[in-house]
């Protein structure tokens, strides 16, 4: 699951994880004139003839090469939930871990494109990463769809044994959610305190690389058994 990032498009969630493309819908039926179009359409023949006389091992593998060059997925680090209001906020939380913790990469719930329904995105987003923050606001507990989301990534950590405490309650320097109004399952796991002179050691102690490795590692194995059942 890769994704391609819009950086404050508050659509929900989510394609493939990939690289981005950017594309000027003006522009797209207007870019190529007739001599180009037919150079390109020269060029496409040339590469699907020569693909054509190829043994099949060989063609197989032309194709897996231009499937990867088309495609690549990445296994995240984080990916941050959070209530609509607090985009900016989340977007500053992501730009800290990346940037002066080396955390990446990390994506924000705002930032998946548009195009799927928002349980598929959510699922998309949670099992694409190693670690689910919870940005706990004052929005937080406002916004319905975020309880349904802190509720459907813990019961994802608890009947998937790779993700126990992949989930990461996390009160930010900005309208932090307070203590007794955060709800009692959350309350039960160590949150992360942006304010407390502790934050560096918690955030070492907890986005540990060998841990994010065994994450990634059964994500592959997955998803290579998902394909591989599709094909058959």
Request: with cysteine; proline share 5%; aromatic share 8%.
């Amino acid at each position: 699951m890769g994704i391609g990032k819009s950086k404050t498009d508050p659509c929900h969630l989510s394609v493939p994880w990939g690289k981005s493309q950017s594309v000027d819908p003006s522009q797209s039926h207007h870019t190529l004139d007739s001599k180009q179009s037919e150079d390109i359409c020269q060029r496409g023949d040339a590469v699907c003839s020569s693909t054509a006389e190829m043994p099949a091992g060989e063609q197989e593998g032309v194709e897996e090469r231009l499937e990867e060059d088309t495609e690549e997925e990445v296994f995240l680090k984080f990916v941050i939930l959070h209530a609509e209001e607090d985009t900016g906020e989340a977007l500053r939380v992501q730009s800290l871990l990346e940037n002066d913790f080396g955390i990446k990469p990390g994506i924000i719930f705002a930032e998946m494109p548009c195009g799927r329904q928002h349980l598929q995105n959510l699922d998309d987003a949670v099992n694409g990463s190693a670690w689910t923050i919870l940005l706990l606001t004052e929005n937080f507990l406002r916004d319905t769809w975020c309880k349904f989301q802190f509720y459907s990534s813990l019961m994802n950590s608890v009947n998937r044994q790779h993700k126990y405490n992949s989930v990461i309650p996390m009160r930010p320097l900005n309208k932090p959610l307070p203590r007794e109004r955060t709800p009692f399952a959350l309350r039960t796991i160590n949150a992360l305190e942006e304010e407390s002179r502790g934050f560096p050691t918690q955030v070492e102690r907890i986005f540990q690389e060998s841990v994010y490795r065994i994450q990634q590692a059964i994500w592959k194995e997955t998803r290579n058994t998902v394909q591989r059942q599709s094909v058959a």
